[in-house]
Every structure is written in C-alpha cells, then in structure tokens.
C-alpha cells in the first residue's frame, strides 16, 4: 500500500514527525571493528558508551521502521512482519510495534533515542508509562538522560502515581485488567512454560513468597553442589504449587512501606519495597488479606537490636534493612534475593544488630568471604557499598573493578 496519511483514522502525521524522520536519517550508526585487546582501559570505556548511543540511534531506526510499516498495514501486519523479519517472539514483536507507535508522539523521547542520549530500555519505559496514562513527557525525557535503568523505572512509577488524579488507583485497575497468563509446552526443546505477568501490588506479593521460598531452599542445599539462581526459582515455584503445605513460608510476604503525615495524621507516599508507588488504599486491602509485617520503624526500639541472642536477622530487621539498603549493596540486586550479612561477623563477636548488617546477594555474599571485598559506609549519604579489594587476588577475579591509583 502506498503511503496516504489518510489511510489510518487517527494515526495523523505531524509535521513534528516528518522533521524526525528527515533527522534521524541523517543519524550515523557506525562503530568501527578494531583489535580491542590494543586499547586501554579508557578507550574501551569511551567504546563502551559509543556502542551505547549506536545501540540507541539504532532503536530509534528499527522503532521508525516498525511506526511506519503499521502506518501503512495495521498493527496485526506490522506485528507479523516484525516477527518474521527480525525472528523476535510474538510477544516481543506486540510490544514492539506498540511502544514504537507510542514513540511516534513523544518528540522529546524520540530525539534523545535518535542522538543516543535516551537508552532504549529508557524510552520504553516513557512508551509503555504514555500508552497508560497522562505523563509529562517532556519531564521524564530530561530525568532518562541521567538515570540508571532501575532509577529511572521508579522515577517513572512514582511519576504515573502522581499524574493520576486518583493516587494512582486508575492506573493500578487497568494494570490488573492487563494480567495475563499462559501454560505451553514449547515445540523448540519440549519445556513446559508458565508465562504470566501481574499488576505491581499482586506482582511484588508472589515475588516475595516465591524469595522467601528460595532463601529457605538455599540454607538447605549443600554449598558443593548449589543450583543455578534460576533453577531455584523454577524449584520454588515448583515446590509452592506441588507441596503448598512445606512450602508456604512463614512469616511477610509483602512488606508496604508509607509516610505518616503527622500535620494531617494519615498516611502519605504508600509504596512498596523497591519504591514502586501504590494507591494508599491497597494498604488497607493487602492488610485485610494479612500476611503483611505491621511495624513502624523506629531505630531506636529494641526491635532492631537482637545483639547475640539471635545470630540471623528477623523478618523485621530484614524489612528494615530492605528499606535503607534497597537491594544488594553490591549489585543492587532485589531485597528478596539478599541475606543479611555481619558487618562486624558473627564468629568476631558481631551482634545481630540493624547497623550491624547490611543486605548482600548470594554472589556477593561470596566476595567478601572469598575476594577480599568490604563492606565500607559512604560518608556524606550513610549508604554501605561494596568495595573491591585495592589489590585483585592473584587467582583473579578479572571482573572486580580496579582500585584507582593512590
Ligand atoms: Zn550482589
């Protein structure tokens, strides 16, 4: 069919679109092939970050391909050809054609994925976020030139909440009318697949039942012989479905974190663990179905303090911790899939005390009993990080970042 931009109700081309697409023609997609093992640690850094911005004006190209195949089909079309063409799953190529028909009228997003300064992964965020709701593009286009992915995902969260003229309630009703879920055996190597996405609310609750399952799998397993992070999970999975009884842990399965408004006395801000905002009206709906940890932190309870009468930390330690760690310290890793680790260790007489903890994953964990890696508190912001050891052990874990010169 031959381009009418009368073809498709709806679908209108603005002037705005036409200037991009002459734009990013001009966009020069090139990173020359040359002997990487030749260059220094700076150069391969500066290669890095070119491959980045090529990786971007790149997806720029393939999201304005797909815009205009579907202005010229239909989505169906466009979504078949996408898949056949690039060999992407079909639910790869849905998503695809959809974010990149969103791209089509966020100009901002658009320019910055064209230049190289907005990351793919980025943009589609700032897509999916518009096809969802009322968001200020312009705003969130600006915070994606300098996030990291998982900031950037909460900016954007919070962000929606608080475009919603409902406290995000809207939002989180037609994202549990988008559930979905499949069971297929796959014709490729015969695998059963369970394939399903959730809302956030319900999401982080299942994610958080099947870690807690896994952290119990992982004290049981002998350390020789441990399974791969992903076979756990499928084993956990597996466990909660087959043997619910020996399965359901016990103790949170979702921890809801709020502000409490003393001027007003209510709660504000509601949100869960990873900063994902909530509706502040879930809290009373997820607190009805219990199973949530009511607890008010306050360092200064005894609460957090369990000294040497316990050598792990409780469920509320652990919440707390998941709040003022957000993650691994390491690797930023989910919560659900960290331990609590003795700054001062236990066997050194560390006490089981919230400022005597930090939260690590299983890999981490690892460096700092085998690599040589502390755990240092960051003056100005109090925040642990991870710090690689000043001289790399010779046996050479070629993958822990170098200490800069003294
Ligand atoms: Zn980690």
């Known amino acids: 069919m031959e381009m009418d931009s ?13 200037a991009a697409r002459e734009a990013s023609a001009g966009v020069e997609v090139r990173v020359d092939a040359v002997a990487v093992s030749a260059l220094s640690d700076a150069a391969l850094h500066r290669r890095l970050a070119e491959i980045g911005r090529a990786t971007s004006a790149l997806a720029a190209l393939r999201s304005e391909t797909l815009r205009e195949l579907t202005r010229r089909t239909d989505t169906a079309t466009a979504e078949q050809t996408a898949k056949d063409t690039l060999r ?4 790869a190529a849905r998503s695809d054609v959809k974010l990149s028909v969103a791209l089509g009228d ?18 589609q965020l700032i897509a999916r976020a518009s096809t969802e709701g009322p968001i200020d593009e312009a705003w969130l286009a600006e915070r994606a030139q300098r996030e990291g992915y998982d900031q950037f995902r909460r900016t954007v969260a919070r962000h929606q909440a608080e475009a919603s003229s409902d ?3 809207s939002l989180l009703e037609r994202q549990r009318q988008a559930r979905a879920g499949k069971i297929f055996t ?3 190597d015969g695998m059963v697949v369970l394939n399903a996405q959730f809302d956030p609310v319900t999401g982080a609750r299942l994610a958080s039942v099947i870690a807690a399952t896994e952290r119990r799998l992982y004290s049981n397993e002998d350390p020789k012989s441990r399974p791969s992070h992903p076979q756990r999970t499928a084993d956990a999975i597996a466990m909660l479905m087959l ?6 842990p016990v103790g949170t399965s979702l921890l809801v974190v709020a502000d409490y408004d003393a001027v007003n006395h209510q709660l504000t801000n509601a949100r869960l663990s990873d900063g994902t905002p909530i509706p502040i009206g879930e809290i009373g709906r997820i607190a009805a179905d219990a199973q949530v940890l009511p607890a008010i932190f306050n360092h200064a309870t005894g609460d957090l303090r ?3 009468s316990r050598r792990t ?9 998941a709040l003022r760690d957000q993650g691994c310290i390491g690797c930023d890793v989910s919560p659900d899939y960290c331990r609590a680790h003795h700054i001062i260790e236990w066997q050194h007489g560390g006490r089981t005390d919230y400022d005597n903890l930090v939260l690590v994953c299983n890999d981490c964990h690892h460096k700092i009993h085998h690599h040589g890696h502390t755990v240092e508190q960051v003056p100005c912001t109090s925040r642990y990080e991870l710090r690689a050891p000043a001289t790399p052990p010779t046996t050479g874990d070629s993958t822990a970042p170098r200490a800069p010169p003294a």
């Open 243 to 248: 043997e619910p009884e020996a399965a359901r």
């Open 6 to 18: 009368g073809d498709r109700a709806g679908g209108g081309d603005s002037p705005a679109s036409d």
């Open 306 to 308: 369990m000294g040497r």
């Open 167 to 169: 406290d995000g309630a």
């Open 186 to 188: 796959s014709r490729h």
């Open 106 to 123: 966020l100009d901002a997003t658009r320019s910055g994925l064209e230049e190289g300064t907005i990351p793919d992964g980025h943009a």
């Open 313 to 321: 930390a409780t469920e509320l330690q652990r919440a707390a911790l």
């Open 88 to 91: 992407i799953p079909g639910r």
